[in-house]
């Protein structure tokens, strides 16, 4: 398949190198770009588009999300893509609402990327499994719970969900990539909105227990 123009942004040496060289191989591409961060990334895309760029998340800086976020703006027509390790349905849902079009997994084949590259130019929205059960999951959740669980934010949600599965504080802290004391913060700020005092308290008036 002929693309005109694609963008990988990618902080990893390796993997940019890995990606460069899997497009080069399979796809028909007359200008390829590569960045390693993406202030560099918005620099050149805002003066000069691509058709699709596959974006990391996390880059030193300014993250992917806000440079989709940035480049969607200027140009609303560059299809946005990304390749990242981050499956949590809070990251998922930003990076959708910041203008991408497609999600997927570092762990993704090589072969499955460049399906995924062709399908954007095609129209379609390629989404790796694990992150499409995600997405589901974070809406039958919101579908089983009630008015006050909708009062937190997704991250307060998402921590409650785990307390009600009987996950302890330094599991969560490990599970979500926060500290024990940030799980805490959580934890007083959700008791505060609920005006509860206890786990179980919390759990059953979001309708969680």
């Known amino acids: 398949m002929k693309i005109k123009s694609i963008a990988i942004i990618e902080d990893d040496h390796k993997i940019r190198h890995y990606l460069t060289e899997q497009?080069?191989?399979?796809?028909d591409v007359e200008d390829l770009r590569a960045f390693a961060d993406a202030e560099?990334?918005?620099?050149?895309l805002a003066r000069e588009p691509v058709e699709i760029?596959?974006?990391?998340?996390?880059?030193?800086?300014?993250?992917?999300?806000?440079?989709?976020?940035?480049?969607?703006?200027?140009?609303?027509?560059?299809?946005?893509?990304?390749?990242?390790?981050?499956?949590?349905?809070?990251?998922?849902?930003?990076?959708?609402?910041?203008?991408?079009?497609?999600?997927?997994?570092?762990?993704?084949?090589?072969?499955?990327?460049i399906a995924a590259i062709e399908e954007v130019t095609n129209g379609g929205s390629p989404i790796s499994g694990q992150i499409a059960r995600k997405i589901i999951?974070?809406?039958?959740?919101?579908?089983?719970?009630?008015?006050?669980?909708?009062?937190?934010t997704r991250r307060e949600q998402e921590l409650l969900e785990l307390l009600s599965k009987g996950y302890r504080y330094g599991e969560i802290a490990d599970k979500l990539y926060i500290s024990i004391e940030t799980v805490r913060t959580h934890i007083r700020n959700i008791y505060e909105k609920l005006q509860v005092n206890s786990r179980m308290e919390a759990l059953k008036k979001t309708g969680l227990l």
């Not at 560099?40 to 050149?44: C, D, G, I, Q, S």
Request: with cysteine.
């Open 23 to 27: 497009v080069q191989l399979h796809i």
């Open 40 to 44: 560099t990334a918005l620099r050149e």
């Open 53 to 113: 760029a596959l974006f990391d998340i996390n880059l030193p800086g300014m993250n992917g999300i806000e440079c989709i976020r940035r480049l969607k703006i200027i140009h609303p027509l560059m299809q946005c893509m990304i390749l990242t390790v981050y499956d949590k349905p809070d990251t998922i849902f930003e990076a959708l609402k910041a203008g991408a079009v497609s999600y997927l997994l570092k762990s993704t084949p090589a072969d499955k990327i």
């Open 137 to 152: 999951e974070a809406f039958t959740l919101r579908e089983k719970t009630n008015e006050y669980f909708q009062q937190l």
